[in-house]
């Protein structure tokens, strides 16, 4: 079964410094990932996805996303946070290998929470 | 293009009533989804809808159950609400291609339910 872990619950970062939000999969063959931001009161908004080539993905807002195979991470970066940028982030996997010609599912992780200080 | 609608955004229910959240999505996609989303438990997936026509079940499907009304719409039915299914839904959308499991999802702005 596929799984992915946020091994952090809340990350806090200082405005203009980087950021860093940490996730990790495990998937039995080649994944799909994402990350999804959820603003308070809000559904979830897609901010970018890992499908093959570069290991590194440009998505929404100045994110990006750094996949790494071996250490079956995607963690989540952006050099400068803004405030505004404070949000509940979750990261996403899909197993690229189809089961029985069935249909695959996203799993998501618990979600960390951003706190971004002016 | 509205995108991901759900209706309503708020409602409390008494144990035993029941309901159904609606979904409808304006995006001619063919997949559609129920989760429900509990603190600490991030998004849990319920019934998901790969095509008009057909249903499945996800990882917490008890106490639930879903129509496919056409390709717009996917509702979720609770027959008899019990506490423990307050919870935040969310319904989402994605296109999936035939031959393909590259697709992304895109989600409504979510039903908070209460139930006493």
């Known amino acids: 079964a596929q799984s992915v872990a946020q091994p952090e619950d809340q990350v806090n970062v200082a405005e203009g410094n980087p950021l860093t939000v940490k996730c990790t999969y495990s998937v039995s063959g080649n994944p799909y990932l994402f990350w999804y931001v959820q603003y308070p009161n809000r559904g979830l908004q897609f901010l970018l996805k890992y499908i093959t080539g570069d290991n590194l993905v440009k998505g929404s807002y100045g994110f990006e996303a750094e996949f790494n195979k071996s250490q079956t991470s995607f963690h989540l970066k952006k050099p400068s946070a803004l405030v505004s940028d404070s949000a509940l982030y979750f990261c996403a996997v899909r197993d690229m290998a189809p089961r029985d010609l069935g249909y695959s599912t996203l799993t998501f992780g618990k979600g960390t929470m951003l706190l971004v200080s002016p | 293009n509205a995108g991901v609608t759900q209706t309503p955004k708020f409602q409390v229910l008494k144990t035993g009533q029941s309901m159904t959240l609606q979904c409808a999505q304006d995006m001619n996609h063919n997949s559609m989804y129920w989760y429900r989303q509990d603190p600490g438990m991030g998004l849990r997936l319920i019934y998901y809808s790969a095509s008009e026509g057909t249903t499945d079940k996800g990882e917490v499907p008890n106490g639930y159950n879903v129509s496919r009304l056409n390709k717009r719409e996917f509702s979720l039915r609770l027959e008899s609400a019990a506490p423990s299914q307050t919870s935040v839904y969310f319904c989402?959308?994605?296109?999936?291609?035939?031959?393909?499991?590259?697709?992304?999802?895109?989600f409504g702005p979510g039903t908070r339910l209460l139930v006493l």
């Open positions: 989402a959308s994605s296109f999936r291609p035939p031959t393909s499991l590259q697709e992304t999802q895109y």
